[in-house]
Structures are given as structure tokens and as C-alpha cells.
């Protein structure tokens, strides 16, 4: 399994970075390969909406550093976005990131490469925890929209200085947790004894084993699927 990080805070060894490499670390523990990229520190324009990509199988005509973040989502299994509140929504970082990943949607990007989980990351210095809880849970479904699997959206507050979250043993301690989860949900869909616990006869139980532990297939299985269940997990 591959997972690749994501930082959108123009602070080097800032709070959003923390967060992210610790999110790494768990899925690292857990045997994934892992990747980080600050985004602050690319070359990346903002959307066009030439449409390009809508004619051209997801290719974007802008040739600028999105290129590289493009090859690397396509290869990853999962992919991080930290990124600290500023006016209360993402950073200018962020944004430009996300609105290129247009370039992907409804252009055949799922079934070409799968369908990639997603850990959001959000770093605030207000101390009120629901205080933007409105934006997060509209980002997620953003993304949910737009065809990624969000796992999990992970927040913390009261970081009114660089680094401040390193002392916070518990968001650091569920930062890892996030991690390890994101890599176990791969390792145990692969594990060959995993497929033999699922009664062979029983379709809608077999669907249930397989969305919980492998959610990329939830969107093209349905409980009428048991021959290309048991041919799919013979071949696993």
C-alpha cells in the first residue's frame, strides 16, 4: 500500500506538517509506503476551466508541479490533506490542490485507478473544537463527492504557535491511530484466510464482509454479484 501526505500550511514544521507526518507514521508502522509533499513549496496554478481534461481522459493541459501530484495519486492507495484554517476554510494551498483534482472527476480516473481513501487534516488556533465543525463535515462531503473515500477528519485546536501540537499527546496519539487504520484496511483485505471466513453461499453477507473491509469495491458490487465475489477472491 502506498499513501502519500499532503501539506498545505506555508510553515515549515508547523503544526499542519506535525499532524501529517504523524498520520504517516502510523500508516508506515503498518507497513504502507509513504510520500510527503509541501505544497506551499510547488509550482501550482489554479484551474483554468479550459475543460481540457473532459476531452482528454483527465489530463490537464496546465504543465506545472499538479503534473507530479497527479502521477503520484494515480500510483497511491490513500492520500493526506493537512491544512491549517485561515478565514475560516482551507488555505490558499489547499484550494488551488483541490480545485485541480477537477481534472479527475467524471473522466474514468475510479475505474482506471481505484477508488482512494482519504484522511482529512485540519490545525486551528480557536480553542472551540465545533467552532468550524459546519466546514469540515461540508469539506468531507465534498470529497465524498467528487469520488474519494474520506476515512476520517482529524482536528485540533489551540495551536497559536508553530509546533504546538507536538505536546498533545492525544491528537498525536490518534494522528498515528488514523494511520495505522488507514494501512490495516488494506492489509487485512489481502490477507488469503480473510476470504475463507465468508460463507461461499451467502451473497449478502459476502457484500457486507467486503464494503466494511475493502470500501474501493462498494461501488461496483451488488448482492446479485456471488460469482464475480468468489472469482474475485480467488484471484486475490
Request: hydrophobic share 40%; proline share 3%.
Amino acid at each position: 500500500m502506498k499513501v502519500i501526505g499532503f501539506v498545505a500550511s506555508p510553515r515549515k514544521g508547523g503544526n499542519t506538517e506535525a499532524l501529517v507526518e504523524e498520520v504517516l507514521k502510523g500508516a508506515s508502522d503498518a507497513g504502507a509506503e509513504t510520500k510527503m509533499f509541501n505544497l506551499s513549496k510547488m509550482d501550482i496554478y489554479p484551474c483554468k476551466a479550459c475543460r481540457y481534461c473532459k476531452d482528454n481522459e483527465g489530463e490537464c493541459a496546465i504543465d506545472d508541479d499538479m503534473q507530479s501530484i497527479y502521477k503520484e495519486i494515480k500510483e497511491a492507495d490513500a492520500f493526506i490533506l493537512g491544512s491549517p484554517v485561515y478565514m475560516w476554510q482551507m488555505s490558499a494551498q489547499a484550494k488551488l490542490f483541490t480545485d485541480r483534482l477537477y481534472a479527475f472527476y467524471m473522466t474514468g480516473f475510479e475505474e482506471k485507478y481505484g477508488k482512494k481513501d482519504m484522511v482529512l487534516i485540519f490545525s486551528q488556533n480557536i480553542p472551540d473544537e465545533n467552532m468550524y465543525s459546519k466546514y469540515f463535515n461540508y469539506t468531507k462531503k465534498m470529497f465524498n463527492f467528487l469520488g474519494y473515500n474520506v476515512t476520517d477528519v482529524l482536528t485540533s485546536t489551540e495551536n497559536d504557535v508553530p509546533g504546538a501540537v507536538k505536546n498533545k499527546e492525544n491528537v498525536m496519539n490518534k494522528a498515528i491511530e488514523i494511520g495505522r487504520k488507514l494501512a490495516d484496511l488494506w492489509n487485512i483485505s489481502f490477507q488469503p484466510n480473510f476470504f475463507q471466513k465468508v460463507e461461499i453461499g451467502s451473497a449478502l453477507k459476502m457484500e457486507r464482509e467486503i464494503i466494511k473491509f475493502f470500501p474501493l469495491f462498494n461501488h461496483s458490487f451488488n448482492s446479485h454479484s456471488t460469482g464475480l465475489y468468489i472469482s474475485l477472491y480467488t484471484q486475490l
